[in-house]
């Protein structure tokens, strides 16, 4: 049996909504982080980060979120939610997948937690790292639309929806309370890719499951 460890919104949400996508029965264990749960000893034994999501995969225990979207894809090839190994699309799966979570969703933790890479009490420190996270995630979204406009297709990577698509998605809804510069539902080839994210069943119940409300994007 799979058991993901989530919190509501988290980066776990993308597993959620790739673990629905391809169909196999699986288990929700809720981390707590209202209650630090995710630094408690048990869960560090799992992932001694301290960080969500893990996935418990009968003996594996995986951590980081872009491992597991690949681990997921790979081991249900019948879902057809990643290129085929060694094939030029496989290369730019590879590519973006890693862009997704080492540059843009590594920009995220300086955005929403700036007090964390600057000395206690330096308020201005952290308004301006901030400001440098936001800026980097605004090219990062410039990057994204670009791309969904250059193919014209419905998804991430054109016609043919992928395992990418929950990270992008979930990526871009963390942008929605952004000020001073547009979330992602602004950008013209985004906007209407997030509606179509929104209309999918697994999307749907991710969201029914886990209790988040308006806005959505």
């Not at 955005?111 to 964390?116: A, H, L, N, Q």
């Not at 994204?144 to 998804?155: E, K, Q, T």
């Not at 395992?163 to 871009?172: E, H, R």
Request: net charge neutral.
């Amino acid at each position: 049996m799979i058991t993901l460890h989530y919190f509501p919104g988290n980066a776990s949400f993308a597993v959620h909504v790739l673990l629905r996508e391809i169909g196999v029965p699986f288990e929700m264990e809720l981390v707590d982080r209202a209650k630090q749960a995710h630094k408690a000893e048990a869960y560090l034994k799992l992932n001694p980060n301290g960080l969500i999501p893990v996935l418990v995969d009968g003996a594996q225990v995986l951590y980081e979120t872009a491992a597991i979207v690949l681990h997921l894809a790979d081991t249900h090839p019948q879902a057809g939610l990643v290129p085929a190994v060694g094939s030029g699309e496989r290369a730019h799966f590879y590519k973006w997948l890693f862009w997704l979570s080492n540059t843009m969703q590594a920009a995220m933790q300086p955005y929403f937690y700036p007090e964390r890479w600057v000395d206690d009490g330096n308020a201005a420190g952290a308004a301006q790292v901030k400001a440098r996270a936001q800026a980097r995630l605004d090219g990062c979204l410039q990057q994204i639309d670009a791309h969904l406009a250059s193919h014209g297709g419905p998804w991430f990577h054109g016609s043919r929806y992928s395992a990418a698509d929950p990270l992008v998605f979930m990526l871009c809804r963390w942008t929605r309370g952004f000020t001073g510069s547009r979330p992602a539902r602004d950008y013209p080839a985004i906007g209407p890719y997030l509606q179509r994210m929104l209309e999918r069943p697994a999307v749907k119940r991710a969201f029914e499951v886990e209790r988040l409300t308006a806005p959505l994007v």
